[in-house]
């Protein structure tokens, strides 16, 4: 019975919306760009899950090198603009990131990172490369496991007064975090291990933009 019950629990995570996900199933949203999120966000306790830049420069081969960007689709002028236009709004805003953020290995997510945050503080993470994956030709146990990985660390609270950002990719549709425009954010308020996460809100960078 028990076994039954744990696959019936991972299918549904698979079959919950974006905005539904997380051990709670809860969903808290102030408003986009709002001061309340704003003051929310400057006391810390979040997780900022962004997707890369604009990436239009290449294309990812069936066999991704990691540390061979040649093999990889790359930033664009307009993604690398993005990337340094975010960090520079955090700092901004006074938003407080914990360092190092996270990137996923991908060329794109670590130069992401790297122009927004400097690239002494950024730390590869390969776990996250698990959600470009869910994009591609892998059976369903699998997108269960990555599911299930990935839900784990978004649970995960960073130190007191600090923000976790991760620099990765877009979901797809209807799956985990769910699609996300370049440089768009999904701000989530981790409970802790085993106790599941809110999804706050899902923010474009226009929206960043306007947070006053």
Known sequence: ??????????????????????????????????????????QGGYILYVRHGEATVGADQPNVIFDDCKTQKNLSEEGKKQAELFGNLLRSLRIPVQIPVQASPLCRTRDSAALAFGADNVQVDPDWIDAYRLSGDITQAEK????????????????????????????PQGIGLGEISDFGTVIVRPKGQGKGYDIIDKLTLAEWESIQ
């Open 1 to 42: 019975m028990k076994k039954l019950f744990n696959v019936l629990a991972i299918a549904i995570i698979l079959l919950i919306p974006m905005h539904a996900v997380g051990a709670s199933g809860n969903v808290a949203t102030p408003g986009p760009a709002s001061p309340s999120l704003l003051n929310m966000l400057r």
């Open 144 to 171: 269960e496991r990555i599911l299930v990985k990935l839900n784990d660390k978004l649970e995960k609270v960073p130190p007191p007064g600090q923000n976790q950002v991760v620099v990765a990719h877009s979901f």
